[in-house]
């Protein structure tokens, strides 16, 4: 067991071609751990994929991901990419409040803080929650 967040949400590559699409299929669902030389990065997989269109990166739905903007700016160093400006990922955690954005600015993924308000506690299990927001 351990932390889930689910992304949602595509970065647009601007100057995508097969040479690049090579250079990032290296990578995809791959462990830094088996990379020569091993990336110094904070995240052990590569849970990231091309859309269907093959136009924009989109995390690939695999559980226990983190440090997606790490990912986005490690893959956009070693494949020369450039992201479009002002594209987001909403990332939602576990707990109503673990919410937040990956955006692109100056062609670099950067996180930014969502404020989250208007909490229910339930008096019985006291999870919290947005009243409006069904849970799957």
């Given at each position: 067991?351990?932390?889930?967040?689910?992304?949602a949400?595509?970065i647009?590559?601007?100057?995508?071609?097969?040479?690049?699409?090579?250079?990032?299929?290296?990578?995809?669902?791959?462990?830094k751990?088996?990379l020569d030389p091993v990336?110094?990065?904070?995240?052990?997989h590569?849970?990231?994929e091309?859309n269907d269109?093959?136009?924009?990166?989109k995390?690939?739905?695999?559980?226990?991901t983190?440090?997606?903007?790490q990912?986005?700016?490690?893959?956009?160093?070693a494949?020369?990419?450039?992201?479009?400006?002002?594209?987001?990922?909403?990332a939602q955690?576990?707990?109503?409040?673990?919410?937040y954005?990956?955006?692109?600015?100056?062609?670099?993924?950067?996180t930014?803080?969502?404020?989250?308000?208007?909490?229910?506690?339930c008096?019985?299990?006291?999870?919290?929650?947005?009243p409006?927001?069904?849970?799957?």
């Amino acid at each position: 067991m351990g932390y889930s967040t689910d992304y949602a949400g595509e970065i647009r590559i601007a100057n995508l071609n097969l040479d690049r699409v090579r250079t990032l299929q290296k990578y995809f669902g791959e462990d830094k751990r088996d990379l020569d030389p091993v990336p110094k990065v904070d995240f052990y997989h590569f849970n990231i994929e091309l859309n269907d269109e093959l136009t924009a990166l989109k995390w690939d739905g695999s559980e226990k991901t983190s440090y997606l903007e790490q990912m986005l700016n490690f893959l956009k160093e070693a494949a020369g990419l450039e992201f479009q400006e002002g594209d987001q990922i909403l990332a939602q955690g576990e707990e109503a409040t673990d919410r937040y954005l990956i955006t692109i600015e100056n062609n670099t993924a950067v996180t930014k803080t969502i404020q989250v308000g208007g909490f229910v506690h339930c008096p019985e299990c006291d999870h919290r929650f947005i009243p409006g927001e069904a849970e799957e």
